[in-house]
């Protein structure tokens, strides 16, 4: 063995000419050792100046870099991803040049169109985005047809595409446009109609994803509600169809309009029994249901509301077809076939106990199943039994018995039964006396006991007047029902009150209310008991105006409504047969508010005067509103600022000036002047005795004037009076300072005293004694009375004003001893006190009695010798 080892030694030292080297299987061979390196390294030099962005300089592009032009290019690429981040380029450059939208909006929809048959999901939802949030808006223009139906051609194709997805997209990219271009319906309503009859019979998808038929449903209630239908019912469902507000497309106003019409009514006969399967295709999954979901609810939400909708469409078309006397395009064994299928299963029960959301869905299902009966109830008889069951689900809906007492169910039912009582008026008129009581008594308990200001009030309020009155005036039942009678007083007793809770806080409930008592005003026959009723709620109504408690006035609700209520409740007093001097003080009270506008309180006198001369007011307490007017109304001469309480709004001078001149002139308009100046005369003569201001006193005396006449009217008792009144009153007003034209505002309110002189010389001798005694009185008579020298000034000044008037001055004539008497009364004054008196005083003293002397020495010549 140590040789063998020895001798492979010796071996592997011997030069070897050859080595073999043994390769792998599936290895590359290395290039040879003397290969030569062709490969060749470089870096991209990049020069601004040749970039591709230099070409789109001032080119509006997107936040890619990409131009109008090529996004649209792309919209058509293959891979469906460039396709929807085109669509996305588009929405930006829009948002962001929208001048490019407007001035290439032909070719932009050319091109999108094509994407809405997109075998791609998620392309056919963003161009439905961009359509709805960037095209679509920005696309309003006066001509539409264009425009619109560069879009139908290919939602058409859509909507006959052998993939569901796209069929359902198709119909939610055509009530796409029907929310921005409405009037695209009455162009294509045939075919729209027949192609979602042709969906919902062909395709039970609705089975498997529900929520797909909730968005077909949503586009065809649109379609629907586009059509012509009668007022009644499109009010009754204002909260549930979709699109309300939009225009009416199709009333037959020419014979082509009408001929189209009818092949639409044609196609709508054929899609009611399609939607009435729908509706029973969905029963059996209710029963077999153990929670009723969110989407099975809403489907048979959508059935109904457009099953509803075709029906309310039936009655309009019975109604008008009878009007052109022609024969309905309606096959009434549709209807009745309707008719039977839907009101088979009424009303819809779990078939076990559920929650309570589940309970409030089957109320509201059950609601709208009894409104689509109550619609076609309008045009054919339904069978005594059927009817009966239904009106047994209104009254306990009405009373609640239905639908949980919780929170949220009060909300669930008040929601629902909204659109069963306008149905009421039409209900109560041909059942049984029985069926009549019973919806009654359910009708009046919802009315007193909803929200004052809840949408079922409302439409209480609504059905009510309905049932109180025809075209011609108020419904009088039959006295015997008494029954009847007591729910009509109940509602009308309600009122007031109702007015009052409401406030100023819902403003336009307010005016339904209003509005619903001036027409019971208006329309109810003298005697009858509504009348009475009527009057009787005057005496709720005075806490409306205003309210007196321990002194303490407390405005309504009338001051802070708006002026269009303010007028209504102003109207509504003029149809009480007899007006209570309790809610014409509450009247009075708010005329002296001053956030009460000029216009209302004018109106307010013209209606009760109004009411007046109709023979509502007595006569005393007519004149008691206009001496309380005139007796209280915070009002000042300009520029006088009187010490008055704190926080006290007057009103303007002139303001008040025409308030005297409009109750003067009512005054003169209201009978016999001997006899209201009777009444007239003992009640200013009370309120003048309790010495009112300057200009509350000149408005008493100008209304005493006005029913006066030569020789005077007044009373030994009213003489003697005013004697002791108007001295004081006559210092007053040349004592205040009135600012500029002091004479010309001054003789405003001495005119009333001439007028009263001229009439009475008694009344002037009386009133000039007064004056000079009132000199050599010390007693301060007002703030504006400083002493002797004050007092002194102030009674020349007023006999200076009674100098200017021809008339009077005449009288001063006649009256020599009185004024002299007052000028010995100055002088003694000017001598007993003159060693107190400054020297000022002294000067004022003389001054006056200067005037004096001239006033008694240009007196008429005859005047003296007689």
């Known amino acids: 063995m140590a040789k063998t080892k020895a001798s492979s030694k010796k071996q592997q030292k011997r030069g070897v ?11 590359k061979l290395p290039p040879p050792k003397n290969a030569t390196n062709t490969e060749i390294k470089s870096k991209a030099i990049v020069l601004p100046e040749q970039s591709v962005a230099s070409d789109k300089a001032g080119l509006a592009v997107s936040k890619k870099g990409l131009t109008l032009k090529e996004l649209l290019q792309q919209t058509s690429h293959h891979n469906a991803k460039v396709r929807k981040d085109a669509l996305n380029g588009m929405r930006d450059l829009f948002l962001k040049y929208p001048e490019e939208l407007t001035m290439h909006r032909y070719a932009v929809m050319e091109k999108l169109r094509e994407r809405i048959s997109d075998d791609d999901k998620m392309v056919r939802e963003t161009l439905y985005q961009l359509l709805k949030s960037v095209v679509l808006p920005g696309c309003k223009e006066d001509n539409q047809v264009p425009f619109i139906s560069l879009m139908m051609a290919y939602i058409f194709n ?9 069929r359902l997209a198709a119909f939610k990219f055509f009530d796409l446009v029907l929310q921005h271009h409405p009037l695209a319906f009455s162009l294509y309503a045939e075919k729209v109609l027949q192609n979602y009859g042709d969906i919902l019979r062909k395709n039970p998808f609705y089975l498997e994803d529900k929520g797909k038929l909730k968005n077909v449903l949503a586009g065809l209630q649109r379609c629907l509600s586009l059509l012509p239908s009668n007022k009644t019912g499109s009010d009754s469902s204002e909260k549930k169809v979709i699109g309300q ?3 009416y497309a199709f009333e037959p106003d020419t014979p082509t309009e009408s001929a189209e019409l009818s092949v639409i009514f044609n196609k709508l006969k054929d899609l009611l029994p399609i939607l009435v399967n729908c509706f029973q295709d969905f029963i059996p999954l209710f029963h077999s249901m153990p929670v009723l979901d969110a989407q099975s609810f809403d489907c048979m939400r959508s059935i109904l509301q457009s099953i509803d909708l075709v029906i309310r469409l039936f009655v309009y078309e019975t109604v008008r077809s009878n009007t052109e006397s022609h024969a309905s395009l309606w096959d009434e064994n549709i209807l009745f076939l309707t008719l039977k299928k839907i009101l088979a299963v009424f009303p819809l029960y779990p078939m076990h106990h559920l929650s309570e959301k589940d309970d409030e869905r089957y109320f509201t299902l059950n609601i709208m199943i009894t409104e689509t009966f109550l619609h076609l109830s309008e045009c054919i008889c339904p069978p005594a039994d059927l009817l009966e069951k239904f009106l ?7 009373l609640g018995k239905i639908c949980s007492d919780t929170r949220s169910g009060r909300i669930v039912r008040e929601k629902q039964i909204l659109t069963l ?10 059942v049984t006396r029985n069926w009549k009581s019973h919806l009654l008594q359910a009708f009046t308990k919802t009315f007193l006991e909803c929200n004052p200001e809840s949408p079922v009030k409302m439409a209480c309020l609504t059905a009510i007047e309905e049932m109180l009155f025809s075209g011609e005036g108020v419904l009088y039942p039959d006295v015997s029902d008494s029954e009847i009678l007591d729910h009509q007083v109940t509602w009308i007793r309600e009122l007031p009150l109702l007015l009052i809770l409401l406030g100023n806080k819902h403003a336009s409930s307010s005016q339904i209310v209003l509005h619903l008592l001036l027409r019971l005003g208006q329309c109810s026959i003298l005697n009858s008991f509504l009348a009475l009723e009527y009057d009787n709620i005057q005496y709720s109504l005075q806490e409306f105006y205003s309210t007196c408690a321990e002194g303490d006035l407390c405005y309504g609700p009338f001051i802070k409504l708006p002026r269009e209520s303010q007028e209504l409740s102003i109207c509504c007093l003029y149809y009480f047969s007899h007006l209570d001097s309790f809610l014409l003080k509450a009247i009075a009270s708010c005329c002296f508010c001053p956030e ?12 009760l005067h109004s009411a007046y001369k109709a023979g509502h007011i007595q006569i005393t307490d007519h004149i008691s509103f206009f001496i309380t007017l005139v007796s209280c109304f915070k009002a000042m001469p300009e520029n006088l600022s009187p010490s008055v309480e704190e926080g006290v709004k007057t009103s303007s001078c002139r303001t008040f000036k025409t308030l005297g001149r409009v109750l003067c002139s009512c005054l003169s308009e209201m009978g016999d002047n001997s006899l209201v100046f009777l009444i007239l005369e003992r009640i200013i003569i009370e309120q003048i005795l309790l010495t009112p201001p300057v200009v509350n006193a000149c408005a008493m005396l100008r209304m005493l004037v006005v029913l006066d006449s030569k020789p005077t009217r007044l009373s030994e008792e009213s003489i003697t009076a005013l004697s002791n009144f108007l001295p004081k009153y006559l210092i007053d007003v040349v004592h205040y300072p009135l600012g500029e034209a002091d004479e010309s505002r001054q003789r405003y309110y001495i005119l009333p005293c001439f007028f009263l002189f001229d009439r009475s010389h008694k009344l002037l001798r009386l009133v000039l004694n007064a004056m000079s005694s009132l000199i050599t009185d010390s007693t301060p008579l007002s703030s504006g009375d400083h002493g002797h020298s004050s007092r002194i000034t102030a009674v020349v000044s007023v006999l200076l004003l009674m100098h200017k008037d021809s008339k009077i001055e005449q009288l001063l004539s006649l009256l020599r001893a009185e004024v002299d008497l007052i000028s010995q009364n100055i002088c003694s004054v000017q001598s007993s006190a003159g060693s107190s008196l400054s020297v000022g005083e002294r000067h004022k003293i003389q001054c006056a009695l200067d005037q004096l002397k001239t006033i008694t020495s240009s007196l008429p010549q005859e005047m003296k010798n007689a």
């Not at 050859?18 to 792998?24: D, Y």
């Not at 047994?392 to 009405?398: G, K, Q, T, V």
């Open 245 to 247: 507000d939009l225009l």
């Open 392 to 398: 047994a689900f209104i009254e306990c809906a009405l």
């Open 17 to 27: 000419d050859f080595k073999k080297i043994k390769r792998k299987l599936g290895r």
């Open 421 to 430: 009582i306008p149905f009421i008026p039409k209900l109560v008129a041909p």
């Open 158 to 166: 859509a909507m006959t595409h052998l993939a569901v997805e796209v």
């Open 596 to 607: 009460l506008d000029t216009s209302v309180l004018f109106q307010m006198i013209e209606v």
